[in-house]
């Protein structure tokens, strides 16, 4: 933490609707850390395709330093369809954020809060309160840009290394202890494909040595096509999953499917000493500017911010307020807050008050 005994927080709004959700969180942490005594210093930064369209690059060395010095990064959306490398792919600070620092577990929460439609009959009575794992620096995205492309034929290169997962198999048992510890089953389930391909295999193995270091972790293993019927199907049995790259990003879109849509997700990228945490959504020009974007995805974000940050350095007031948050944004959805993708009349600025409100 900080010498001024606040934390410093990089802020990388983005394109699109970012700095639109990014305002409204950063006004629920500064009304939170007042009330729980935590301190909070932001310092703001470029990145995204509009920066890209200005300078040549998604971001410039100043931002990746402020990354590296401040206590934790938060990010709103980044990059915009019609911006691309000259390889037609998208500007994405975000990806590149996580191989910079090694940000190998992809933290993808799925929990239904209390009046929000769920698409799965029985979810409102049954609650959906799970947990996608995805490794973030490796598997088919570890070829990203690396791709060799010819007249005949593309090839993509998947990574599967035992040093980044047994890491990540040790964050997912330590999160599903820490979720036992907190009242939920504290399970976990490895998804792969380890029927067809060695490198799968490779990983199901490695997942089963870091089972024996964690007897009180129930545990499960499933083939990633027979684990997306079951979710939509019973998403309730699910507890925490843990996936390749790849995997991770499909099924957790799913499972953000489940619980309203994307605009409802929040996530992390975390590491062994840096964290990045965004809504799962991305920049959504088609409404930017027009006060429609839902800011739950980023304020919930926010809230992983703080419980990390109580992990991290220990402050329980940290992980308490992070809870606060979250008890806010479910009184207001229980009372009746409706988002314009639920076909409600809420915008920005009415989640954004309604919270505040809570609070």
């Given at each position: 933490m900080?010498?001024?005994?606040?934390?410093?927080?990089?802020?990388l709004a983005g394109d699109g609707i970012g700095p639109e959700v990014m305002a409204p969180a950063l006004e629920v942490l500064r009304k939170v850390g007042e009330k729980s005594g935590l301190g909070f210093r932001f310092t703001e930064?470029?990145?995204?395709?509009?920066?890209?369209?200005?300078?040549?690059?998604?971001?410039?060395?100043?931002?990746?330093?402020?990354?590296?010095?401040?206590?934790?990064?938060?990010?709103?959306?980044?990059?915009?369809?019609?911006?691309?490398?000259?390889?037609?792919?998208?500007?994405?600070?975000?990806i590149e954020l996580?191989?910079?620092?090694?940000?190998?577990?992809?933290?993808?929460?799925?929990?239904?809060?209390?009046g929000v439609p769920s698409p799965i009959v029985g979810a409102d009575q049954r609650g959906i309160d799970l947990v996608?794992?995805?490794?973030?620096?490796?598997?088919?995205?570890?070829?990203?840009?690396?791709?060799?492309?010819?007249?005949?034929?593309a090839r993509e290169t998947m990574v599967i290394t035992r040093k980044t997962s047994e890491r990540l198999f040790e964050f997912s048992f330590r999160l599903a202890e820490?979720?036992?510890?907190?009242?939920?089953?504290?399970?976990?389930?490895?998804?792969?494909?380890?029927?067809?391909?060695?490198?799968?295999?490779?990983?199901?193995?490695?997942?089963?040595?870091?089972?024996?270091?964690?007897?009180?972790?129930k545990t499960d293993r499933l083939y990633v096509d027979a684990c997306s019927a079951m979710l939509v199907k019973r998403p309730w049995d699910f507890d925490v999953m843990v996936m390749e790259n790849m995997f991770g990003d499909i099924v957790s879109d799913i499972t953000a499917s489940l619980i309203g849509g994307?605009?409802?997700?929040?996530?992390?990228?975390?590491?062994?000493?840096?964290?990045?945490?965004?809504p799962c959504h991305g920049t959504a020009p088609d409404i930017m500017g027009q006060g429609k974007a839902n800011p739950t995805g980023m304020i919930l974000s926010a809230a992983m911010m703080l419980d990390w940050l109580a992990d991290k350095h220990g402050i329980e007031s940290?992980?308490?307020a992070g809870e606060?948050?979250?008890?806010?944004?479910?009184?207001?959805?229980?009372?009746?807050?409706?988002?314009?993708?639920?076909?409600?009349?809420?915008?920005?600025?009415?989640?954004?008050?309604?919270v505040l409100g809570a609070l």
């Open positions: 900080s010498a001024n005994n606040a934390f410093h927080i990089a802020v930064a470029p990145a995204g395709a509009n920066h890209y369209l200005a300078t040549g690059k998604s971001m410039p060395d100043s931002t990746i330093k402020l990354c590296e010095e401040a206590d934790a990064i938060l990010l709103g959306a980044c990059g915009l369809p019609s911006v691309r490398y000259p390889d037609n792919t998208e500007i994405a600070p975000q996580r191989f910079i620092f090694d940000l190998y577990a992809g933290v993808r929460p799925a929990r239904l809060i209390p996608v794992i995805r490794e973030s620096t490796e598997g088919l995205f570890a070829s990203m840009g690396k791709g060799v492309v010819t007249h005949e034929d820490r979720r036992k510890a907190r009242g939920k089953p504290g399970a976990l389930t490895c998804v792969d494909k380890a029927n067809v391909f060695k490198a799968f295999a490779f990983f199901r193995g490695i997942f089963d040595e870091i089972e024996k270091k964690h007897p009180g972790v994307l605009g409802m997700a929040p996530s992390a990228d975390i590491g062994d000493k840096h964290a990045v945490f965004q940290a992980a308490e606060t948050i979250e008890r806010a944004v479910d009184q207001v959805y229980a009372g009746g807050i409706k988002p314009m993708e639920f076909g409600g009349g809420n915008g920005t600025a009415d989640i954004t008050k309604a």
